[in-house]
């Protein structure tokens, strides 16, 4: 479930310029995340754009909400993360090649901190905007099944409204957000970035991504 101001560099365990050339996808179960900036088919998808407004929208009404407490907010947006994003193929995706070595074990640990370190991430960038009404403005189609739906968030305490973009992949009830692009920047891939030069500088050890996150990873950053 990504999740302006802070970016999600801010966030990093290490921390490497948002506009260095994206990294190509590593592996084949991680290969259908990657590059959505070679969308070219110019078609639009209904049923995708109708998927964000819906389920993006609910995500901001929770977090412009005045009435709900900060404890139970924090529990609905698990909640509507949880319907808006393929967290289990995100939480992959963001580890690079390192999802092909990482151990049960390690992975047991990594996926409870990484969903925190990310829902965290994620209100906070989208907190900032201050926004409360999304608008599909499009889409783009890049092959059956990969859509990229360009919307808006205005209101609230916006002057204008702002681009916010969702990759998303499936099909008719079926889609969901793989990664969400703010200001130019597309944040799963910005994550596996880091992620991976992190564990790279660590010789390897994934052990010291995961003690970072469960160090890091439960605040507002």
Known sequence: MIFPGRTMRNTLPTR???????????GVALS???????AQSGARDPGAEAFVQAKAQRVISVLANKSMSEAQKKQVFHQAVDELADVPRITNFVL???????????RARFTPVFRTYAENVYQSRISDYRGEQLKVTGSVVRKPGDVIVNTVVAGGQ?????????????GGANWKVVDV??????????????????IDNAGGNIDVLINQ???GGSGRR
């Not at 259908?32 to 070679?38: N, Q, S």
């Open 32 to 38: 259908a995340i990657a590059a959505p900036a070679m």
């Open 16 to 26: 490497r310029q948002a506009n260095k050339t994206l990294l190509a996808a590593v």
């Open 213 to 215: 996150l469960q160090k």
């Open 158 to 170: 916006l002057s204008q409204p702002v681009p916010v973009s969702w990759r998303v992949l499936g």
């Open 96 to 106: 690079g090649k390192y999802a092909r070595t990482i151990t049960p074990e390690q």
């Open 181 to 198: 692009q703010f200001k130019g920047i597309w944040l799963a891939i910005t994550q596996q970035q880091d992620f991976v030069s992190t």
